[in-house]
């Protein structure tokens, strides 16, 4: 069943790279109390998402946040090593928090997957952006396209932040 607004952030464990290595997380309890942009890549260093997508994000990150967001958070199925390197490759440190969904588990509880084998990248996340208050998911834009970054770029983001 795919997400839609109204419903809740699935509880899912990620793991991040921190400062003592490989720490878990809880994808719930990380946007409880908080007004968040969590955006969906295919994957880090692709073309659209490292070209287009997270860098408007990390461009528009101050003007995003002045709309009264606490965080915004990229996710993508990739490893937490690869989704730490990229944040750093990409400037988004202190802008931008990176979530990995190593093994896809997020991507398959929100339903939001699509099939990338025959490019050699497996199940991946649909791109998107979804504007999630205390949990709850209160906008939700999905591309028609895993190319495309349309609906789910930043620009759009701030559109409809008003």
């Known amino acids: 069943m795919t ?3 109204g419903d809740t952030i699935p509880s899912v464990t990620l793991k991040k790279v921190g400062a003592a290595g490989l720490e878990e997380f809880n994808t719930a309890e990380a946007v409880k109390g908080k007004k968040v942009v969590l ?3 295919p994957g880090a260093f692709t073309p659209s998402c490292d070209q287009k997508h997270l860098p408007g994000y990390v461009a ?3 003007a995003i946040r002045a709309k009264g967001v606490d965080e915004i958070i990229c996710v ?3 490893d937490p090593f690869v989704m730490k390197h990229w944040g750093e490759a990409a400037n988004a440190t202190g802008k931008v928090t990176m979530w990995p969904d190593g093994n ?3 991507a398959e509880a929100m339903g939001l997957t699509f099939d990338g084998a025959g490019a050699g990248l497996g199940k991946r996340f649909l791109r ?3 504007l999630v208050e205390n949990g ?3 906008t939700l834009d999905v591309e028609a396209k895993p190319s495309d970054v349309e609906l789910s770029g ?3 983001c701030l559109v409809k932040l008003g």
């Open 3 to 5: 997400i839609k607004i």
């Open 39 to 41: 955006f969906a890549v």
């Open 60 to 62: 528009q990150s101050d």
């Open 76 to 78: 993508a199925v990739n």
């Open 104 to 106: 896809g588990a997020l």
């Open 128 to 130: 998107f952006v979804m």
């Open 136 to 138: 709850v998911v209160k």
């Open 154 to 156: 930043a620009q759009a």
